[in-house]
């Protein structure tokens, strides 16, 4: 209507990875608004957007489609060494907005799918990446539809035409593109019967009330569980899916990409072992939206996520189980993006089996998130051997996992106590070895002296100006062999 002003305020909001840049003439370009060019679907505004902006490689979204999150970086590792790439798409749904399925007959690149020949391939203009110099005299055909196009929306078949006699492609295999369905066009009714009852199951609304939100999974050899668990996870109202592959050796990126091509899957190859907070670390910074969703790839999403969702998550809230402790879905848990940004995310020290959640939820408290529990039948884990459990650690007994990490603990927060401020992750790995030397020790000399930890305070150098003496300051731990404590004192020992 020529008022900006909405426009304007978000594009002012966009993320500062993206440098938003509004392009408005004045008019149309397009003969279907009094402008001057044949193309109905956009004049000569492609052609003209592709010169103006400022990089090689261009990519073409319109206003009611988007794109994975993985989408660009995709995109540009395919077209590497190319002069023009491809992804594949996924149908919506045009009321719910939900994924229907993978586009597995048009939109499918040269010599595939249904306009294999008549057009010899197609790509959806949605899925396209292309280096504008290389690739310089397509650009033109954005503007000129089809010679006896009636509805004059067909110039995307002359830049396809141009490219796909330009050279091969590079292409991605996943499908990151997400093509809003449009009831009116005339091969709809054919869509539908390629989809079948696919349509009808995405039916169900997504209303609005649900925040976004990211589900942040992470595999080490259990993708005999995340093949249960993932098809849960992905069919439900989320923002995206991210799946950390932790040097995996049973091929769980591959499977993800093939199965589930709409998941992010973040690959870690520099660690033989599992460092569980290290790898939910990693898949928050690659999350976008205000919530997050940690989930183990063993926990299985329950029939009641949706409706339980769709009440919304509070700001300033973190949701735990209310049987945590208790119950292997103790470390599932919905925060936000920026709660957990300001605590540095999950403690790295926390190098052994668990201990890495309650450090999390302690931390989250102190920065006056309020925890609140979500319903018990939200989440239900497989069943599995505590073998499986701990079989990428050194250690074997999960009692003295559990003895290490809270004494590490307790020795973080005293020390936090003392000296008032964060320990940086150095200084914490290097709390955590002692906790681990201690306990070692303990298992070796068979528990049968106390062992003790010294943790030197530093001394108070303003001692000297005033004697010949100076304050050194410790802290010191003894870890006492449960039977030889009075019954009296145990709890406090």
């Known amino acids: 209507t020529g008022n900006l002003t909405q426009l304007q305020a978000l594009l002012n909001v966009a993320p500062s990875h993206v440098t938003p840049c509004l392009f408005y003439p004045g008019y149309s370009t397009s003969v279907r608004h009094g402008g001057v060019h044949p193309a109905r679907d956009g004049g000569s505004l492609r052609t003209v957007l592709s ?112 490219l796909q006699k330009k050279s091969a492609p590079g292409k991605t295999g996943l499908a990151t593109a997400f093509y809003a369905m449009q009831p009116n066009d005339e091969i709809h009714p054919y869509r539908l019967q390629h989809m079948g009852s696919r349509y009808s199951a995405a039916s169900l609304p997504v209303r609005a009330a649900i925040p976004r939100l990211t589900a942040i999974t992470t595999c080490k050899n259990r993708l005999h569980h995340l093949k249960q668990t993932l098809p849960l996870l992905a069919k439900q109202p989320l923002t995206d899916v991210i799946v950390v592959d932790y040097g995996c050796t049973q091929g769980t990126k591959d499977w993800v990409r093939e199965h589930y091509p709409e998941v992010t899957v973040i690959e870690v190859l520099d660690d033989s072992g599992f460092n569980a907070a290290r790898a939910r670390n990693i898949g928050a910074k690659a999350a976008t939206s205000p919530w997050l969703l940690f989930i183990d790839a063993d926990v299985l999403v329950g029939d009641g996520f949706y409706d339980w969702l769709n009440h919304g998550l509070m700001p300033e809230k973190f949701y735990i189980t209310p049987n945590f402790g208790s119950t292997d879905v103790s470390g599932t848990c919905f925060c936000t993006r920026q709660a957990f940004a300001e605590i540095g995310g999950y403690d790295e020290a926390f190098s052994g089996w668990g201990g890495e959640d309650d450090d999390l939820y302690r931390q989250l408290s102190f920065k006056s998130q309020q925890l609140l529990l979500y319903p018990a039948t939200l989440f239900s884990a497989i069943s599995h051997s505590e073998d499986e459990r701990l079989f990428f650690y050194s ?63 530093g001394e108070r150098i303003e001692m000297k100006r005033f004697s010949a003496w100076k304050l050194e300051r410790q802290l010191v731990y003894s870890l006492v062999e449960h039977s030889a404590v009075n019954a009296n004192d145990k709890d406090k020992n």
Request: proline residues 4%; charged residues 20%.
């Open 51 to 162: 010169y103006l902006a400022n990089a090689r490689y261009v990519a073409y979204l319109d206003d009611d489609n988007w794109w994975a999150p993985n989408h660009l970086s995709s995109m540009l590792s395919a077209i590497a060494n190319k002069d023009w790439a491809f992804s594949l798409r996924w149908f919506v749904h045009p009321e719910s907005r939900q994924s229907v399925c993978i586009d597995e007959w048009e939109s499918m690149g040269p010599g595939r799918g249904d306009f294999a020949s008549k057009f010899g391939g197609w790509v959806d203009p949605n899925c396209l990446m292309i280096d504008k110099l290389s690739c310089e005299p397509a650009l033109r055909w954005w503007s000129i539809p089809l010679h006896g196009d009636q509805q004059a929306m067909s110039a995307d078949r002359h830049v396809y035409d141009w």
């Open 395 to 457: 250690e074997s007994n999960i009692n003295n996992h559990h003895m290490m990490n809270h004494w590490y603990s307790y020795m973080k927060y005293d020390l936090m106590a003392t000296w008032g401020r964060s320990l940086s992750l150095t200084e914490r790995i290097s709390l955590r070895k002692l906790a681990t030397d201690a306990q070692q020790q303990a298992v070796s000399e068979g528990r049968l002296n106390p062992i003790k930890i010294s943790l030197n305070l």
